[in-house]
């Protein structure tokens, strides 16, 4: 590619430093953090402020103080940063701290991770105390590092991530100068990844990281057109194949979001340059625009779509029919239930499935070897390590107690049949003596195990329940006083459609079963689309303002299948750091009796009204 040069000023003619602009070797940048009590701005609530002036690659000073800030310090947040009450107890208030800061901060541009947060915080504070804001030139590095690094080198943009992929002399401890000091050393090597790109000055920077590039304004007529309706909308190239599909509420605003600078996605800016036209599909309703697009990322496999590419990729875990069955991770369902198998999943990925099995295996232990074994073993030699140490009832040798290994198999079929309870008590029996012991990393890691097979668990019988629906309907009430109404068959979207206000929506949920798709059933648990389209089935059900209008066996899932489990081992996580709502329950029923989980009367699912 051939690029244009202006040309070289004449011999003896030197250009000015506007024309120059500000190189960055020679800003001077003051990179600041924040520790708050975590409310609003507008509150005031700095308990900690750190900084750092570096220019040039050096450091040429730093600021640090602790901050009184007239508040109590939430528990919480004492925890994650260490500042409690009685820290700030004899620091200076606001009204003190922030003169000498703004002295420091002097005409330097501000850098910061996440700066609005930071910087608002501080704008603020000189309003309520009188201090003029200066105003300065401000870096983001959350920012810029978003626009800087490939989505495939980090897994996010938070500091930590940052700081560990660089390789940061200083570790972010969610304390002020500490954070600064970890930001500076970001800043420096995200300076160093933009400088290929032939960044040197500071306008550079901010246009780096708010442009709008000619390809993008080249290609805004591809919304022209456009439906402002929900649905999907697919760019295809100059040959036709689709390049991308997405959803959205409004087809029209989405795809014109492509083409501003609210769009940082080099893959997505990769995708623009190549697209030619963009095809808008309506739909009646948003959940029909999600399974519309998730059909069309896995029959056209688009290649700028990371998500829902692959359901082939999926795995099960199988209960086999053999003489001596064990636990197998597959990738297709067969028909072979009646005889006793059993199907835990999908896992998305082999190590999701082998977590559960551990789970599974610890409440009973099968055997784990994959030898084909006799119906009347003939030999005493046990075929593998685990049958010398006795940890195994070797139902592959003669003298195995086979009576015992088929009742321990059929303890195992009751729990992925959805009596998860020998394997929670189990689990958290190991996990009581891993703490006692002080192995709290083992404990943690059985923790993960019994949250992956709780979660498995539910989500098989959940989709098992809509798998054997040969018809459900059910409607939501839309923002027009209408109605969203949806007709699925074995867990399949069959129609949907849209009943405007004043009109009898019974008519047309008669209309909607007439014109639906002939669906047929498939061997479960599996339904019979995607189970991606399934689940997005099934948590617009589990919506509160969905009706059940109709279904013909009723829907009910076993009682310990696992779903309380897991909803309980969330909460745990949430009130490690902030205060936990009421428990959660998937069907948004308050009782908590011996009923089956599932959509009834009572619930967030219940008989439709008429408009």
Request: net charge neutral; hydrophobic share 40%; glycine share 8%.
């Amino acid at each position: 590619m051939t690029t244009a040069h202006p040309p070289l000023p004449a011999r003896g003619v030197q250009t000015s430093l506007d024309e120059l602009g500000s190189p960055l070797s020679d800003t001077t940048f003051v990179v600041v953090d924040l520790e708050t009590t975590g409310g609003a701005a507008r509150d005031g609530g700095i308990t900690e402020i750190g900084a750092v002036a570096v220019r040039g690659g050096e450091v040429l000073r730093e600021f640090a103080t602790l901050v009184n800030p007239g508040i109590p310090i939430p528990p919480f947040v004492a925890a994650l940063t260490g500042i409690t009450d009685a820290a700030v107890a004899t620091a200076p208030r606001l009204a003190a701290a922030l003169p000498s800061f703004l002295e420091f901060l002097g005409d330097s541009v501000v850098v910061a991770h996440n700066a609005p947060y930071d910087v608002g915080f501080l704008r603020e504070a000189c309003r309520i105390h009188g201090h003029t804001w200066p105003d300065p030139a401000v870096v983001d590095t959350a920012r810029l590092a978003r626009v800087a690094l490939h989505r495939d080198e980090v897994r996010n943009c938070k500091l930590s991530t940052l700081a560990a992929h660089f390789r940061a002399e200083v570790t972010p401890t969610h304390r002020a100068l500490d954070d600064a000091r970890a930001t500076v050393d970001v800043l420096h090597a995200l300076l160093g990844r933009v400088a290929d790109f032939g960044i040197t000055t500071l306008e550079d920077l901010h246009e780096f990281t708010a442009r709008v590039s000619p390809t993008q304004r080249a290609k805004r007529h591809l919304a022209d057109g456009l439906p402002s309706a929900p649905g999907v909308y697919v760019f295809e190239d100059a040959q036709g194949a689709s390049l991308y599909v997405g959803t959205s509420r409004n087809i029209r605003t989405r795809v014109r979001s492509y083409f501003t600078a609210s769009e940082q996605r080099r893959r997505m800016a990769e995708m623009v340059g190549i697209a030619t036209r963009v095809v808008p599909i309506v739909c009646a309703t948003t959940l029909e625009a999600r399974v519309r697009e998730l059909r069309l990322i896995a029959e056209r496999q688009p290649r700028y779509n990371r998500r829902s590419r692959r359901p082939d990729r999926q795995m099960w875990i199988k209960l086999t029919v053999e003489s001596a069955p064990r636990l197998s991770i597959v990738r297709a369902i067969t028909d072979d239930q009646a005889d006793g198998a059993r199907y835990l999943g999908p896992f998305s990925g082999r190590s999701g499935a082998e977590a559960a099995v551990e789970a599974l295996l610890l409440a009973h232990p099968v055997r784990t070897c994959t030898t084909r074994i006799a119906q009347n073993p003939r030999s005493d030699t046990p075929g593998c390590v685990l049958a010398e140490l006795g940890r195994c009832l070797a139902p592959c040798t003669a003298s195995g107690d086979r009576d015992a290994y088929a009742a321990r198999v059929e303890e195992l079929r009751d729990s992925l049949s959805g009596d998860l309870r020998p394997v929670i008590e189990a689990i958290g029996t190991r996990m009581r003596r891993l703490a006692d012991e002080q192995r709290f990393e083992e404990a943690t890691v059985w923790r993960e195990r019994l949250d992956t097979v709780c979660r498995a668990s539910h989500r098989t019988h959940q989709l098992s329940m809509l798998a054997r629906e040969p018809l459900l309907v059910a409607a939501e009430a839309s923002p027009d006083l209408g109605w969203d109404i949806h007709v699925i068959c074995h867990g399949r979207l069959a129609a949907a459609g849209h009943a405007r206000a004043g009109s009898d929506p019974r008519a047309h949920v008669e209309a909607l079963i007439a014109q639906a798709d002939v669906v047929e059933p498939v061997p479960g648990p599996a339904p019979a689309g995607l189970s991606e389209e399934t689940t997005e089935i099934l948590r617009w059900l589990h919506s509160g303002s969905v009706r059940l209008v109709r279904s013909t066996s009723g829907l009910a899932l076993p009682l310990h299948s696992g779903g309380r489990e897991a909803a309980d081992l969330v909460e745990v996580r949430k009130r490690v750091t902030s205060a936990v709502p009421d428990r959660y329950d998937p069907f948004g029923a308050s009782e908590r009796g011996s009923r089956p989980e599932g959509p009834r009367a009572g619930s967030s699912v219940t008989r439709m009204r008429t408009a």
